[in-house]
């Protein structure tokens, strides 16, 4: 069968683009088709570890520190319900971009190793006589036409409701995994310089995290615990009793507003190892539904899977057995991701009880006061926050 391309991936996202970056790298034709649909502002957190190793060998660490809205926090505060806090200090800092700018940056360079169509949406997949994917069907969303596209590979990274792994048949699990989170954005509140999460277990169990911008509307996320976000239609209520019932958040937050919709997605966790791959097909990012939200750290792990479904498929490609050796892929992300998930697992354990959260942070400043002491390197403030300098 003679094939339009070597690898069609589907999704122009962080996971896409790193993809597409380094299969068009290796030699590979690649067709990116990106439904280019606009995304939310706001700030994401980007090139931690994981992030950073990709965007080393990519070439690209010191670009992205000259993108216009990156800047670096050094601090980052954690709270319970009751007010306890813990700050943290570092040198090095974590780095905050403006989604949006950051996803075009790194398409644009996606754009010189590999052929990008937009606004394509795919609709469909098409199969090979012997059931393997073969391709996709998509659809120009200005144009009104459809199109079919042969491939050797299919790379589904179309975010946490793929159309290709749905339709690749790598999503019967999902039914289980309920979490859904809320993003806006907040204007003129008491400043911060911090990277916050506050855990309360009042009115429900939830998740409140704010990141600074440099525009001045800081980056707003509600995340409420999945027994109860399905009862709940208006995240704008949940935010407001929160802050009503917590005065160490409304004093956090100060006389500011939401001045953006609340938009909602699913949180797309690795609780459990699962297939991210099928008979040609891989899947990265969202898609793949291998993030650690607790971490801040979803982009981080779609560079990460970009770059390890790379690596598998121009070997799967070179030695000419694609849907073997597609299933290389899941061991190297599950392995990549063992320690993130079985931490991610212990503590959203804590922070769903209340007495969990508490000791979780408190005990966490008694040892890093503790580790001060004897490095010189952090000072307690009031009892109740520990800061690391």
């Known amino acids: 069968m003679r094939y339009d391309y070597d690898v069609i991936v589907v999704g122009g996202g962080p996971a896409g683009a790193t993809c597409a970056w380094f299969l068009g790298h290796a030699g590979l034709r690649v067709l990116l088709l990106n439904r280019g649909a606009p995304r939310a502002s706001g700030s994401v957190m980007v090139g931690q570890a994981k992030g950073s190793g990709v965007l080393h060998e990519m070439g690209l660490a010191q670009e992205l520190d000259q993108l216009p809205s990156l800047r670096r926090c050094r601090e980052l505060l954690i709270s319970a319900g009751s007010g306890a806090a813990m700050r943290l200090q570092g040198a090095a800092g974590w780095r905050l971009c403006d989604r949006q700018e950051f996803d075009q940056w790194l398409l644009r360079h996606a754009r010189r190793v590999a052929a990008v169509q ?116 208006d995240p704008q209520a949940v935010f407001d009793s929160i802050l009503e019932r917590h005065p160490h958040l409304r004093e956090r937050f100060g006389e500011g507003r939401v001045v953006s919709p609340w938009h909602g997605w699913p949180l797309a966790m690795a609780r459990t190892p699962h297939p991210v791959s099928t008979r040609g097909v891989v899947a990265v990012g969202d898609a793949a539904w291998a993030v650690t939200p607790l971490f801040g750290d979803a982009l981080d792990t779609a560079l990460l899977s970009g770059r390890l479904a790379a690596r598998v498929i121009a070997g799967a490609l070179e030695c000419g057995a694609p849907t073997a050796a597609l299933a290389g892929y ?36 008694i040892r890093q006061g503790t580790a001060a002491a004897a490095a010189g390197a952090w000072r307690v403030r009031s009892g109740r926050e520990v800061v690391a300098t």
């Open 118 to 233: 937009e606004p394509w949406r795919v609709t469909d997949l098409m199969r090979a006589d012997d059931g393997r994917i073969a391709g996709v069907v998509a659809y120009d969303e200005s144009s009104g036409l459809s199109l079919a596209v042969t491939g050797r590979v299919v790379v589904a990274a179309d975010g946490s409701s793929s159309v290709v792994a749905s339709r690749a048949g790598l999503t019967p699990w999902r039914s289980s995994y309920g979490d859904v989170a809320w993003r806006s954005r907040w204007l003129n509140g008491a400043p911060t310089a911090a990277i916050e999460y506050h855990v309360v277990h009042r009115p429900v169990v939830a998740c409140l995290w704010r990141w600074p911008s440099r525009d001045g509307a800081d980056a707003l996320g509600l995340a409420i615990d999945a027994p109860v976000q399905r009862k709940i239609s």
């Open 330 to 365: 899941d061991v190297l992300l599950w392995r990549a991701l063992r320690a993130e998930r079985y931490a991610a697992k212990m503590l959203r354990g804590l922070v769903r009880r209340r007495l969990g959260m508490e000791l979780l942070v408190r005990v966490g400043a």
